[in-house]
């Protein structure tokens, strides 16, 4: 698996996340992007991989999925359990993002467990 993002891929997460009231975007390590303008900033000089915080519902806690690329996939890497899980979505299928980090979050969760809608 890549350790980077394409700056093509990096932009169209931006403007995903960007529609999102509940997940944020943020580089590795790093707090989240304050704007979509710092986020664009960030990855035209930056090819490293974006995380994505996802809060788990009626919690104060939230997983975290960092995201690569792969070819024309985005990879998605579950990294806030032992053994991680990766989901890959082509670039051209914007709106399986949201389902697929869900669908994958939620399977590792126990039974009651969700986390928070995208």
């Known amino acids: 698996m890549s350790n980077q993002i394409s700056e093509h ?6 403007q995903v996340i960007d529609q999102s009231s509940n997940w944020k975007l943020h580089p590795e390590k790093k707090r ?4 979509t303008d710092e986020a664009q ?5 930056h090819n490293e991989p974006l995380c994505i915080r996802v809060p788990i519902a ?7 999925v960092k995201v690569t690329s792969s070819g024309e ?3 998605f ?14 670039s051209s299928h914007l709106k399986l993002i949201s389902s697929t980090v869900t669908e994958m979050l939620n399977e590792r969760l126990p039974e009651g467990t969700k986390v928070s809608s995208f």
């Open 73 to 75: 996939d985005m990879v």
């Open 41 to 45: 900033e960030y990855v035209e000089s």
């Open 9 to 14: 891929h990096a932009k169209t997460l931006i």
């Open 58 to 64: 009626g919690t104060d806690d939230h997983l975290t």
């Open 77 to 90: 890497s579950n990294v806030s359990f032992e053994e991680p899980i990766e989901k890959q979505v082509h």
């Open 32 to 35: 989240a992007f304050a704007s």
